[in-house]
Nanobody, 122 residues
């Protein structure tokens, strides 16, 4: 069982930056692939980024602006978000994939956090 807790969300002006963190419980964190997803009101959940055996990869809307990284010693995955846009406003969720491969599909993830709100004002 893995528990995930996101933090770092908030209100930021367009063009600004935020760094989200996701702290994981458990001793096998390093073997998991980790992903970030987001969901805006009235929209479907959207893949943001993942890090795992495939390396790192990103959804098209955030390529070049967001960076995913992890610190296995701290059981934490990060999402650095730069050049934020109003359309980035959403609840951001981290997720863990026990296979270690990672995926852009939410169905492939076994564990999810509760989410953290990111609001970008214009």
């Amino acid at each position: 069982q893995v528990q995930l807790v996101e933090s770092g969300g908030g209100l930021v002006q367009a063009g600004g930056s935020l760094r989200l963190s996701c702290a994981a419980s458990g001793r096998t964190f390093s073997s998991y692939a980790m992903g970030w997803f987001r969901q805006a009101p009235g929209k479907e959940r959207e893949f943001v980024a993942a890090i795992g055996r495939r390396g790192t990869y990103y959804g098209d809307p955030v390529k070049g602006r967001f960076t995913i990284s992890r610190d296995n010693a701290k059981n934490t995955v990060y999402l650095q978000m730069n050049s934020l846009k109003p359309e980035d406003t959403a609840v951001y969720y981290c997720a863990a994939d026990a296979t270690g491969w990672g995926s852009s599909r939410g169905i492939d993830y076994n564990y999810w956090g509760q989410g953290t709100q990111v609001t970008v004002s214009s």
